[in-house]
């Protein structure tokens, strides 16, 4: 007889190693590696060009997915002088001339999301009705995806290519059968395939999109191989609007669970800068804030001798709960700054593009939907709520609420 699995607990109450000097662990496919937890410590491995993340796309996980983040093409597992060459030809298409021009119809389409949740009246899943609805309207405007011809991407099938890119492995009970409908690597495949024939008309007939503006990008500078092309716009396309998704049904897990004296205060646009960057720093997106690092030689970090090619379990989680540089830790006065800049969003050569994304729309979307909905409130039990699970993010699968 089968038992039902214990209630999981929402991500910003998920236990983390207290941070402490490197130590010796073993990784989840059996690997030895360094533990690092420390805040500094953590920076320093992330930035410092003796830690390599080159060749460490099959080390750390016991398999079983199809994730785009573990193909060597994707530019998360790339290192050196071919990561730096991608990385700047990436970076020209997000400049912040380019991103200040997005921003107005970020707000119109968080705004509008808003209008439509308020307009279908109370009650209402703010799974349903908000958070996914606003990082898919972005996605497909930003990557031209939004048209009524052959690149218009339907939300049912980005998310099941999403599932196959983020895919940790496990089955995921709250998931539509459609969603698995495909074997993840055929999944991953269709969308390979999607994404290349959508790269060539952007070739052919360029637009004011994302996707064209890479393709412009990598074209002018020569030297970017089709294929991680192909999976740079795969990874921006699926994984950005997820990690959006996650970051956004998480943190209204908390503030509307556990702060809910602070929702009305959102409408202050000030307040919710400064309260937008604590949520992005607490909370994580997934259970796993892990990543790893190898050793191209010895090397002294936090007083702690790393032998040269030993791989390093680097918690970005237990860093940003660090005491020694977040004494007030997450239930301090949410609208005061940060002491110290946040690693949620990685740092040195692999820090997240989508960073500027991630900060605006959810900024955007609690100010906007504060000041339509003030009194804005759960209608089930934090520990009662059901989770999206089966990816490397998870989010709440419904957010019931009443106003």
């Known amino acids: 007889m089968s038992t039902a699995a214990p209630a999981l607990p929402p991500l910003h109450r998920l236990p983390v190693t207290p941070a402490q000097p490197p130590h010796p662990t073993t990784l989840p496919d059996g690997t030895p590696a360094w533990l690092v937890t420390r805040y500094h410590d953590v920076r320093q491995t992330l930035t410092d060009p003796r830690f390599t993340r080159g060749d ?141 024939e959508l790269i060539a008309r952007r070739r052919r007939t360029p637009g004011d999109d994302l996707v064209s503006s890479l393709v412009r990008a990598a074209d002018q500078d020569g030297g970017v191989p089709e294929e991680s092309l192909v999976y740079l716009v795969c990874g921006l396309t699926a994984s950005g609007n997820e990690s959006v998704t996650g970051a956004l049904g998480n943190a209204l897990v908390y503030l509307l669970g556990e702060r809910p004296e602070y929702w009305p205060r959102l409408a202050d646009p000030d307040t919710t800068e400064h309260v937008t960057e604590r949520l992005l720093h607490f909370i994580p997106l997934g259970d796993d804030e892990a990543t790893t690092r190898r050793a191209t030689e010895p090397v002294d970090l936090g007083g702690v001798h790393i032998p040269g090619d030993a791989v390093l379990a680097v918690s970005l989680g237990s860093a940003n709960r660090d005491t020694a540089v977040f004494p007030d830790g997450l239930d301090a006065d949410l609208d005061h700054p940060l002491p110290a800049p946040t690693l949620a969003f990685s740092a040195g050569p692999h820090y997240c593009l989508g960073a500027w994304r991630m900060r605006l729309e959810m900024r955007e979307s609690l100010r906007r939907l504060a000041t339509a909905l003030p009194g804005l409130r759960l209608t089930t039990p934090v520990d009662r709520l059901t989770w999206q699970l089966g990816t490397t993010t998870r989010s709440p699968a419904h957010l019931p609420v009443a106003w």
């Open 56 to 196: 460490l796309h099959t080390v750390g996980t016991p398999g079983g997915g199809a994730d785009v983040s573990s193909n060597p093409a994707s530019m998360f597992n790339q290192d050196g002088p071919e990561h730096r060459r991608l990385r700047s030809t990436v970076q020209r298409a997000f400049t912040a001339r380019a991103i200040a021009g997005w921003q107005p119809w970020v707000a119109e389409s968080v705004q509008q999301a808003v209008d439509a949740l308020a307009a279908g009246g109370s009650p209402a899943d703010l799974v349903d009705a908000f958070t996914r609805p606003v990082p898919f309207a972005v996605t497909s405007r930003l990557m031209g995806l939004d048209g009524d011809g052959p690149d218009h991407l339907d939300e049912q099938r980005l998310r099941r290519w999403t599932r196959a890119i983020l895919s940790d492995g496990t089955q995921d009970d709250t998931a539509a059968p459609a969603d698995d409908a495909l074997d993840p690597a055929d999944a991953l495949a269709e969308y390979a395939a999607y994404t290349g």
